[in-house]
């Protein structure tokens, strides 16, 4: 069985609002292309709620009212519903949301068209160490389910960049980079064991950052310590939150933490599964919008230097088990 975990498909209603591949509003050309190159669930969801991934003046993705994600979500299981064997959906949230929000995604995933939440690696240029994410991080855990954390529309560091296809494949990669080595960094795998974390675009350069993070979370250069961060009361005054928490461990967090396989790369997929291992890697396509072949990623993950039963656990048996499809209708 081969599960793609990471999809996108968006209402008519959204593409007449804002600009946006085709692709993404064809559910007909999106399965028949599936069921062509053999996949047999996946897996969608939206980083943006109802709102838009292309920059729009006057659209605020982080300030969408409650009956409009109940409005898009609705749509999103009814189409799980017309489609019960091909596809199942995430909930959108909002990682700094207020409780009104918050109590809208529980709300939401009590429908069974939802395995899942997906939110983003930053928002507004703010990391997810901020103490301000830990009603997401609680109620995540609480829930249960996995969470695709994807880039935002607007990745940090890209505010003065109008080149929109560097800011989607640069861009986003770094954000997801710095997001998920924040996760790690500030603890919430400790303070939460049971969160189950996904990094989209094969998690960024995560890969690569075990050893780094150790040096954050010890720096020894500096004699012992880093410099201590400004005074809580200096942090307020500033209108920044408080300081994050630093792990005891970030290097084993982020081995704790799982990844996509979409970043249409061998090297980016032999070193995941090299430094995470083949039981922390689901597939994952970004498809719709991105238009490379699936069978194309499918056989990436064929030709990777492992056995035959680590590939499909990759390809399906991963997914399989962490989203508990087994057990649900």
Not at 84 to 108: I, S
Not at 131 to 139: E, N, V
Not at 174 to 201: N, S
Not at 222 to 245: F, H, L
Request: negative net charge; proline residues 10%.
């Amino acid at each position: 069985m081969i599960i793609d975990i990471h999809g996108h498909l968006s209402p008519p209603e959204a593409a007449r609002r804002f600009p946006m591949p085709p692709s993404l509003t064809d559910v007909d050309g999106m399965l028949a292309a599936r069921a062509e190159a053999g996949i047999d669930l996946t897996i969608i969801g939206s980083p943006v709620g109802a709102g838009a991934m292309a920059r729009v003046p006057g659209v605020d993705n982080y300030k969408q009212p409650r009956d409009r994600l109940r409005g898009f979500h609705a749509w999103m299981s009814g189409l799980v519903s017309s489609f019960p064997d091909q596809l199942r959906g995430y909930v959108y949230a909002n990682p700094f949301g207020d409780d009104d929000h918050l109590e809208g995604v529980r709300e939401t995933l009590a429908d069974p068209a939802f395995v899942g939440l997906i939110t983003t690696s930053s928002v507004r240029g703010e990391l997810l160490g901020s103490p301000r994410a830990d009603s997401f991080f609680a109620l995540a855990a609480e829930a249960g389910v996995p969470v695709l954390v994807h880039a935002p529309a607007e990745p940090i560091g890209t505010e003065h960049v109008d080149n929109m296809g560097f800011v989607e494949q640069v861009g986003r990669f770094g954000d997801v980079t710095a997001g998920m080595a924040m996760i790690a960094f500030a603890g919430w795998l400790d303070k939460y064991p049971g969160l189950r974390l996904i990094g989209a675009t094969g998690g960024g350069a995560m890969a690569l950052l075990p050893e780094r993070l150790q040096t954050a979370a010890r720096p020894r250069h500096w004699g012992g310590g880093a410099p201590s961060p400004a005074p809580a009361s200096d942090q307020q005054a500033s209108g920044r939150p408080a300081p994050e928490a630093v792990s005891a461990d970030p290097a084993a967090a982020l081995r704790r933490m799982y990844v996509d396989t979409s970043p249409f790369s061998p090297a980016h997929l032999s070193l995941n599964a090299e430094v995470l291992g083949p039981e922390r890697m689901l597939f994952g396509s970004d498809s719709p919008p991105l238009s490379a072949p699936l069978e194309d990623l499918i056989r990436m993950i064929e030709k990777l230097p492992l056995d035959k039963a680590s590939q499909q656990l990759i390809l399906g048996g991963n997914a399989e088990a962490l989203f508990d499809l087994r057990s649900r209708p």
